[in-house]
């Protein structure tokens, strides 16, 4: 019943299923080798735990820089802003509205934009994304976790919605080198996930004639934020739904200064020309200032008001329909 799909799509399902299995070992493998050596919990929430959870962006887009697949790379990137503050936030939001620690939230946030800023700059001044750009976005992204770091253990109270927080454990079960050998696998599990979904989300957008920057933007950005949207569900589900925003401020900077910095390090890239609109780019006309929309309805009127509104959530849901709507569009046009 399943012979008129292509293997191609059974295969891109694998390569996330891959991305999923091999994150979550990762982050639970790391989590248990930091505990062995007594690190506080908080900040193995804010980092180890956090930056697992954005591993199958990094690898992803890294990958497919590496092998010349730009487009898939961008858009990866981009596309998680815009789906992790659009959907996977939205929903949690226009759910459940929750308060928000202004004070916590204004050094993420003030990077963020700051960050995005930068990389708006170079894609609109000069068309592409040169090696000096990519170590920026990485030397940023350390500035950023020794910040975070510093500020937690100044604040720790404050902070605590701004982590990815493990599940608390009273010990330690297993050996040290298990912990070390599920960590390896689960890295060798993202990297094959990684490679299955971009090799063939590429061969699904050349046989559809689909440019790669949409499959990027739509499906490989969807499914590299499933560890995103399992966070957001669960938090929501435990009633910490102000939990989500930190976890996806957090997720998006990551995005933006580490999984793009990676991309562009490793093999430096135009930005694309494959999708226009009107005849024009629409990773200019459309993705960026889309991220910047998304971001700032998400975060400024929670800034001011402490406090995030059901209205906040269904507009983000809405923009979100509409892009996904407009790629569309580009995809067929």
């Known amino acids: 019943m399943f012979s008129f799909i292509p293997n191609e799509v059974f295969l891109l399902i694998f390569g996330f299923i891959l991305l999923i299995k091999g994150g979550d070992w990762f982050v639970d ?3 248990s080798i930091a505990k062995r050596f007594h690190l506080p919990e908080l900040l193995i929430g804010a980092t180890v735990v956090s930056i697992g959870t954005t591993l199958p962006e990094v690898m992803t887009s890294v990958m497919a820089a590496a092998g010349g697949m730009s487009e898939i790379a961008y858009g990866n990137a ?11 936030a939205a929903i949690t939001i226009a759910v459940k509205p929750g308060k928000a620690d202004k004070r916590a939230l204004v050094f993420p946030v003030c990077f963020f934009f700051g960050a995005m800023a930068f990389y708006a ?8 994304f040169e090696l000096w750009t990519g170590i920026v976005l990485l030397v940023g992204f350390v500035v950023y976790m020794i910040i975070n770091v510093l500020n937690m253990k100044k604040n720790p109270a404050e902070e605590l919605e701004l982590a990815e927080m493990p599940e608390p454990e009273e010990e330690v ?5 298990k912990d070390i050998l599920v ?16 090799d063939n989300a590429s061969a699904i957008a050349k046989m559809l004639n689909i440019p790669e920057s949409v499959i990027g933007l739509t499906i490989v950005a969807l499914g590299t934020s499933l560890p995103e949207l399992v966070t957001a569900v669960t938090a929501l589900m435990k009633g910490h739904g102000a939990l989500s925003l930190g976890n996806i401020i957090g997720a998006n900077i990551f995005n933006l200064v580490l999984v793009s910095g990676a991309a562009i390090t490793v093999s430096p890239f135009a930005i694309p020309e ?5 005849g024009h780019s629409a990773s200019l006309l459309l993705d960026i200032p889309v991220a910047f929309a998304v971001m700032a309805i998400m975060t400024l009127p929670a800034l001011f008001r402490g406090k995030l509104a059901r209205w906040q959530g269904i507009s983000l849901l809405l923009i979100y329909l509409a892009y996904t709507a407009m790629q569309v569009y580009i995809a067929v046009a």
Do not use: D, Q, R
């Open 29 to 31: 493998a790391a989590s």
């Open 78 to 88: 981009i596309g998680s802003i815009i789906c992790n503050t659009s959907l996977i």
């Open 121 to 128: 700059f170079n894609a609109y001044a000069f068309g592409k």
């Open 173 to 177: 079960s297993g050996s040290l080198l």
């Open 183 to 198: 960590l390896l696998g689960g890295a060798v599990i993202i990297a094959l996930g990684a490679e299955l979904l971009k």
């Open 274 to 278: 494959g999708a226009t609109l009107f």
